[in-house]
């Protein structure tokens, strides 16, 4: 017996899916050849065979798509997202770089980005962490304060952020994203590890993603594996620049209109720069994902 229907992807494993129908049941999905590649998040038609078994015919038009990309490959996160959740801590220390370059990802496809700053009770850390979001507070990037261990806090800052909401779990090793998802999805059991203090990271303890309903607030939690890496060679330079929002105001000042804000006369965003309206991190990122993306095309 086959029967065609639609359905959403819930859980990626290679290349095979677990995908929810209407009725909440559940079909373990294989793609129909290459063009059928799904993500978590993704609603596709399928053709039922038997009782729990499917084949992918579609991918249905998506919102939006995040996923990173460098020389070697590309890894997709999840579909239809609505805003992202980026864990970082206080100790071990994040990469401010790959922020940034998560931050860029989430803006360039809109997507919401709201960071959870991890391990606050670490107090001897925290200024140092505090300084190095400093661009991104004056970005107006809501920015939250919790440890994960405290059930209390994460159920009454976060999940009400995740009503009506898809959202997007994500972060490097070690950062206790895992931690916060047991607390948010008890039924996850994901597993969490101490981070090596000597080594400063962590071992990936998420191997899958998976989208986890929350009755609790009529959303969606996906939870992805951790980073350590945010390649975003699959941005032309005017996606790249969309994942600068501080460049806005001042892109109509520019003297050209193809103006790429690295070295061109009166360029609007320069002048800013210069005035310390645009912080030069950021600016210095901008620049590097435009040349590596540059680079990249012309070899």
Known sequence: MTERTQGRVIAAHGR????????????????RGKKNEATVGDYVELTRQGLDEGSLEAVLPRKNLLFRSDENRSKQFAANVDQLLLVIAVA??????????????????GIT?????????????LPA??????????????????????TAQVMSTILPLLTGQTSLLLGQSAMGKSTLLNTLVPLALAATREHS???????????STRL???PEAGGDLIDSPGFQGFGLLHLDREEIERGFPEFDAHIPECRFYNCTHQREPNCGVLAALARNEIDAGRHALYVRL???KAAHDSY
Do not use: M
């Not at 095979?16 to 793609?31: A, G, I, M, R, W």
């Not at 980005?113 to 850390?125: E, R, S, T």
């Open 129 to 150: 962490a505090r300084a190095k979001l400093a661009p991104f507070y004056k970005l107006g990037v809501q920015i939250i304060d919790i440890c994960a261990k405290d």
């Open 290 to 292: 435009v040349q590596a």
């Open 16 to 31: 095979h899916y677990t995908v929810e129908l209407q009725d909440q049941s559940l079909l373990k999905c294989f793609p």
């Open 197 to 207: 203090v000597a080594l400063g990271a962590g071992k990936h303890t998420t191997t």
């Open 113 to 125: 980005p709201i960071i959870l700053l991890n391990k606050v009770d670490l107090l001897d850390g």
């Open 212 to 214: 986890y309903h929350l």
């Open 92 to 109: 071990p220390a994040f990469s401010d770089d790959l922020l940034g370059r998560a931050l860029a990802g989430a803006w360039s496809a």
